[in-house]
């Protein structure tokens, strides 16, 4: 029998057209073992909607196109279930496609799935909201909150929005307290990784795994903006780890204590969180499909 394998598809992720995305998928998909349904994401939170409904028609495996955001509405339905999750990365970031080592490049994502073998990967809890990639506040949620409000996409939006905000941006005092950790903290970047990076090869977390059982916790305290190109090269270089200005903890569950209410994001996606924040990884809660080990 052939595998039931369906593919979502967000329009609205990252820039180009879409329209011929399922031709691709049609031509890089092997016909003798695949049997797919296609469908586009109509409003925010559909891809939820549609996995769900795939996962109880019993569909073997379901095929994220998208970004984080987009991986991470059609994951949540998938968590816990018979379901692999697959990743076709069109998005801004695709930070956990990147960590998985799925190709960029569509054509050669899509065919590597003929090729592909799931694995049990962890992922995060914010106060229960699911996160499979990274979550947090600090800097990366400002910069994630007033990257949302425009209606332009793109890499160069994201760093048009860095560069303008590190000027605005103030800093909140934090209070960070788990498993052997109690530590008070300014905090500039305040990071929960799963996966080892934000997105586009900025490696906020190098070391981190997603099938170690633990949350990589990063912290960027304030920094002179002499600094910035120096931490800037570094989250690329995957030693961003090693600076002064960093902290990095690790532990399975973490509660954060802060002044105040404000912006945070999971996978991406902005929302304002409260005070307190309750983090936590559960460990092999999904399976994800990657290139086959031969």
Known sequence: MKTRIAFIINPNSGTGRKESIPTMIQNGLDAKKFEPEIVFTQHRGHGTELAKEFVEKGFDMIIAVGGDGTVNEIARSIIHTNAALG???IGSGNGLARHL???????????????????LMDYGL????????????????????EFAKGTKRGIMRYVEKIITGYFSYKSQNCHIKGDGIDLKAKAFVLTFANASQWGNNAYIAPQASVQDGKLDISIMSNFPIIALPTLALQLFAKTI??????????????????????PFHYDGEPY???????????????????????
């Open 87 to 89: 990743i076709v990365p």
């Open 126 to 145: 914010v106060n229960e909201r699911p996160f499979f990639c990274t979550c947090g506040t600090g800097f990366d949620a400002y910069v994630s909150t």
């Open 241 to 262: 780890d090693k600076d002064l200005f960093m902290t990095t903890l690790r532990s399975d569950e973490i509660t954060l204590m802060r002044e105040e209410s404000g």
């Open 272 to 294: 304002e969180e409260g005070k307190e924040v309750h983090v936590k990884i559960v460990p092999d809660g999904l399976k994800v499909l990657v290139k086959k080990r031969f």
């Open 101 to 119: 080592n799925i190709p960029m490049n569509v054509k050669k994502s899509i065919q590597q799935i003929n090729q592909s073998e799931p694995i």
